[in-house]
């Protein structure tokens, strides 16, 4: 069982998910694989995240692929999926025979036009939630984009209660969603479709569903409010995805996700491309994130190297082929 991960940012989407693949060998001895990346871009400001069946995933995801282009936006490809996921899924069942087959996919990315809703409700919990954690009379210092002090002086201008409205912030509008998909034999197949909006989350575990879990609020709070002052944007990259692996530590710890197994894997979805944090590799171990390698870049390919000696390339969801009956 995997776990996949989203966070939607006001100009960052995370993508975040472990690096395990399991199935069954020819003798069907149960086989554990740890260092399949389980991203595939769809575009520059698209990207999609997997778990659940590989072929299933896969197919329908590379099929979207080939459905767009470098001039593709997240709105196009919502109505992509809208008339066209059915019928992908009918192929697939036709051209494979594979029938109860369950797979979740989370699709983030970015919009061509400046203007985007935020819940106002929403906002002041996020921005509102690192002080109350840490306790009256602290002070805390926030960075707070200027395009919502903008947005908020607009509406006070106006005399307009902002009580769970939403508002309009000057940034690149941006979207994601979670596409619940199965497979049948009499092509009676299901999918439903999620929106996550800003300031929220989704994390799915493909044989638990979409997961009741409280996110701190706190978690988000630090993610897009914290005092980065004089951080370069790879430092700050860094403290996301340390924020976010230790969050994900205490949830696998809590929940008792045995079988959620490798490494944790950031991707960062940005308007201009997708972004891999490299360095220190971390896994969840007793709720604790835990240093256990490297991960390297070299000669546009993406390499991984343990402290027990491991080494290898990773391998990537859309170049996966090992069998239907491969889960992740």
Same mark, same amino acid.
């Given at each position: 069982?995997?776990?996949?991960?989203?966070?939607?940012?006001?100009n960052k989407l995370y993508l975040i998910s472990d690096t395990r693949v399991?199935?069954?060998?020819?003798s069907g001895l149960a086989t554990v694989q740890d260092d399949l990346l389980?991203?595939?871009?769809? @575009?520059?400001?698209?990207?999609?995240? #997997? #778990?659940?069946?590989?072929?299933?995933?896969?197919?329908?995801?590379? *099929?979207?692929?080939?459905?767009?282009?470098?001039?593709?936006?997240?709105?196009?490809?919502?109505?992509?999926?809208?008339?066209?996921?059915?019928?992908?899924? *009918?192929?697939?069942?036709?051209?494979?025979?594979?029938? @109860?087959?369950?797979?979740?996919?989370?699709? #983030?990315?970015?919009?061509?036009?400046?203007?985007?809703?935020?819940?106002?409700?929403?906002?002041? $919990?996020?921005?509102?939630?690192?002080?109350? #954690?840490?306790?009256?009379?602290? *002070?805390?210092?926030?960075? %707070?984009?200027?395009?919502?002090?903008?947005?908020?002086?607009?509406?006070?201008?106006?005399?307009?209660?902002?009580?769970?409205?939403?508002?309009? %912030?000057? $940034?690149?509008?941006?979207?994601?969603? *979670?596409?619940?998909?199965?497979?049948?034999?009499?092509?009676?197949?299901?999918?439903?479709?999620?929106?996550?909006? =800003?300031?929220?989350? =989704?994390? %799915?575990?493909?044989?638990?569903?979409?997961?009741?879990?409280?996110?701190?609020?706190?978690?988000?709070?630090?993610? $897009?409010?914290?005092?980065?002052?004089?951080?370069?944007?790879?430092?700050?990259?860094?403290?996301?995805?340390?924020?976010?692996?230790?969050?994900?530590?205490?949830?696998?710890?809590?929940?008792?996700?045995?079988?959620?197994?490798?490494?944790?894997?950031?991707?960062?979805?940005?308007?201009?491309?997708?972004?891999?944090?490299?360095?220190?590799?971390?896994?969840?171990?007793?709720?604790?994130?835990?240093?256990?390698?490297?991960?390297?870049?070299?000669?546009?390919?993406?390499?991984?190297?343990?402290?027990?000696?491991?080494?290898?390339?990773?391998?990537?969801?859309?170049?996966?082929?090992?069998?239907?009956?491969?889960?992740?």
């Open positions: 069982m995997s776990i996949i991960f989203g966070l939607h940012l006001l399991t199935g069954k060998s020819q389980k991203v595939i871009t769809l @575009n520059k400001r698209i990207s999609s995240i #997997a #778990a659940g069946n590989v072929s299933l995933a896969k197919y329908v995801l590379m *099929i979207l692929r080939s459905k767009i282009n470098d001039k593709t936006y997240y709105s196009d490809i919502q109505q992509l999926i809208k008339t066209d996921l059915e019928k992908i899924i *009918i192929t697939f069942v036709d051209e494979t025979g594979l029938i @109860n087959r369950h797979s979740k996919v989370i699709i #983030a990315g970015f919009n061509e036009k400046r203007g985007k809703l935020i819940n106002s409700t929403k906002l002041g $919990e996020a921005m509102s939630s690192s002080v109350k #954690a840490r306790g009256g009379g602290v *002070i805390t210092h926030q960075s %707070v984009p200027h395009s919502i002090i903008e947005a908020l002086l607009k509406n006070i201008k106006k005399g307009e209660e902002l009580i769970n409205e939403d508002i309009t %912030v000057n $940034e690149i509008d941006s979207g994601m969603m *979670i596409i619940d998909m199965n497979t049948s034999s009499d092509n009676n197949n299901r999918y439903t479709i999620t929106p996550v909006d =800003c300031f929220d989350y =989704c994390i %799915v575990t493909p044989k638990v569903g979409s997961l009741a879990v409280y996110v701190p609020p706190e978690l988000i709070s630090e993610l $897009e409010f914290r005092n980065k002052k004089g951080q370069s944007g790879e430092q700050i990259l860094y403290q996301d995805s340390n924020l976010i692996m230790s969050f994900l530590g205490q949830l696998i710890k809590q929940k008792q996700f045995n079988t959620v197994g490798g490494h944790i894997f950031v991707t960062l979805v940005t308007p201009e491309g997708v972004i891999f944090p490299t360095g220190t590799l971390a896994t969840a171990e007793d709720g604790k994130v835990k240093t256990i390698g490297k991960f390297i870049v070299k000669n546009d390919k993406m390499y991984y190297s343990f402290s027990d000696g491991r080494k290898g390339e990773y391998r990537h969801l859309e170049k996966f082929n090992e069998g239907a009956s491969m889960e992740f």
